[in-house]
């Protein structure tokens, strides 16, 4: 279920990271979800990050749900104090994005966690 989960999300970040480099309206600069360059380039990470695991170190699939999940949540967090504008002084983010990485943080972390004792994890 992990390796499942973390190909979802990966293909799904390397999707929403091509997308916002184009105008349109649902990710970008005005966008319903607010994503500048840097934004962006942080979903094309995130999701060769998450394909790299799967297809080179899938045991390993688990735990990257897990860390990137506490990351997620930790973005979340610092998005809400922020509310809109810049999350470490360059990430640019609106309230949708904040609900959204809370989603998507507290899902890797679900995720992670629930395979962690699995025989199919290794680490």
């Given amino acids: ?33 607010q994503a500048d360059l840097w934004h ?26 897990t860390i990137l999940g506490v990351i997620y949540l930790v973005i979340a967090i610092l998005g809400f104090f922020v509310g809109e504008g810049a999350i470490l002084g360059f990430i640019g983010v609106n309230g949708a994005d904040n609900w959204l990485h809370l989603v998507i943080g507290v899902v890797a972390l679900i995720a992670g966690l629930s395979t962690k004792g699995s025989s199919s994890q290794v680490m």
């Avoid at 390796?3 to 649902?26: M, R, Y």
């Avoid at 962006?40 to 749900?65: C, D, E, Q």
């Fill in 1 to 33: 279920m992990d390796k499942t989960i973390a190909t979802i999300l990966g293909v799904v970040f390397l999707v929403i990271g091509l997308l916002g480099l184009f105008p349109n309206s649902i990710v970008g600069d005005g966008a319903y979800f």
């Fill in 40 to 65: 962006n380039l942080v979903h094309l990470v995130t999701g060769l990050i998450f394909l790299l695991v799967v297809s080179r170190s899938p045991g390993k699939s688990a735990s990257t749900l």
